[in-house]
C-alpha cells in the first residue's frame, strides 16, 4: 500500500497519535519535514492520502512552502485524495479550498466540550462519539467553512471546530496530542498561555495547571472516544483511495 504522507511544519508539534494509530494497524506514512526546509512534494500518484499538522504561525504569512502546500492540497482535493488536518492544517485545507482564516477575538486554549452538529456527515464521521466531547484545543485563528464542507462539532468559543469535505477530515483542535506531547508544548510555549501577572488571558484560555490536571487519563480518554474513532473513518477512505489506485493500475486482459 501506498504510504500516508506528513506534513510537520514545526520540530516539536509532531503528529503524536496519529503516527501510533497508523503504525498499530502496519500503515505506510512519510513524514516531509517543513522545518528542516525539505521541499513540498506536488505528486498525488505516490501516495494513499496527506495529513498536515499543526504550528504556530499563520496560514495568512504567504510563506513559500505554505504556498506550496495550498497548491498540493487544491491538486488533491481535485483527485478526491484522502487528507487530515490538524490546527494550522486545519486551516490550510480550508483556505486552499475557499474558505477565510482570521484571527479570533481571544485565543481558544484547554480542554473544552465540543458539540456535534446536526447533519448526516457528522453523523457519520461523529458515530458512537459522546455528545459533548472533551478535545484539547490551541489556536488562535478560525476558519470559515470552504464550499461543499459540513461542520462536525462546534465549541462554546468556536463555532467552526471541524469540517468534512469529500475524503477530507480537518479540526483546528488537537486530538493527536498525547500526554508526552502536551506537556512538551507546555513546556516550550506555555508562555502562550498566561499573562504577565501569571493569570489567563481569557475565559477561553486554560491555566497550565488545568490543562495538566489529570492529563494522562485525559488523552487516553479522548483517544478512546474520539481521535480514534475519526482516525477509522478517515483510513477507510484512505484503504479504499489506494484499493482504487491499485485497481485501476492493473494490467486488464484483453
Same mark, same amino acid.
Request: proline share 8%.
Given at each position: ?46 501516495? @494513499?492520502?496527506? /495529513?498536515?499538522?499543526? $504550528? ?7 510563506? &513559500?512552502?505554505?504556498?506550496? *502546500? #495550498? ?87 468556536? @463555532?467552526?471546530? /471541524?469540517?468534512?469535505? $469529500? ?7 488537537? &486530538?493527536?496530542?498525547?500526554? *508526552? #506531547? ?73
Amino acid at each position: 500500500m501506498k504510504p500516508v504522507r506528513i506534513f510537520r511544519h514545526e520540530d516539536w508539534v509532531h503528529a503524536g497519535r496519529l503516527t501510533q494509530f497508523l503504525n498499530a494497524r502496519s500503515i505506510p506514512w512519510v513524514l516531509v519535514r517543513i522545518d528542516q526546509g525539505e521541499p513540498v512534494p506536488q505528486t498525488i500518484d505516490d501516495v @494513499a492520502g496527506l /495529513a498536515f499538522l499543526g $504550528g504556530t504561525m499563520s496560514v495568512n504569512d504567504g510563506l &513559500p512552502w505554505q504556498l506550496d *502546500e #495550498l497548491a498540493l492540497i487544491r491538486k488533491a482535493a481535485a483527485a478526491d485524495v484522502p487528507m487530515l488536518g490538524h490546527c494550522l492544517g486545519s486551516q490550510l485545507i480550508a483556505m486552499a479550498l475557499g474558505g477565510v482564516v482570521a484571527p479570533m477575538p481571544d485565543k481558544e486554549i484547554g480542554w473544552w466540550q465540543m458539540s456535534h452538529c446536526d447533519n448526516a456527515e457528522a453523523r457519520t464521521w461523529l458515530r458512537g462519539v459522546p455528545d459533548p466531547v472533551e478535545i484539547l484545543a490551541w489556536h488562535h485563528e478560525a476558519f470559515t467553512l470552504p464550499p461543499g464542507a459540513s461542520p462536525l462539532y462546534s465549541s462554546p468559543f468556536c @463555532a467552526e471546530q /471541524a469540517y468534512v469535505r $469529500g475524503n477530507t477530515v480537518a479540526t483546528v483542535a488537537h &486530538p493527536e496530542v498525547t500526554p *508526552e #506531547l502536551l506537556e512538551s508544548w507546555l513546556h516550550l510555549y506555555g508562555y502562550d498561555i498566561e499573562g504577565h501577572d501569571g493569570e489567563p488571558m481569557a475565559p477561553s484560555v486554560q491555566s497550565i495547571e488545568q490543562i495538566r490536571e489529570d492529563l494522562p487519563r485525559r488523552c487516553v480518554a479522548m483517544h478512546a472516544a474520539f481521535t480514534d474513532r475519526i482516525y477509522d473513518t478517515w483510513l477507510s477512505r484512505v484503504v479504499a483511495y489506494a484499493q482504487a489506485q491499485e485497481n485501476a493500475a492493473a494490467p486488464r486482459l484483453s
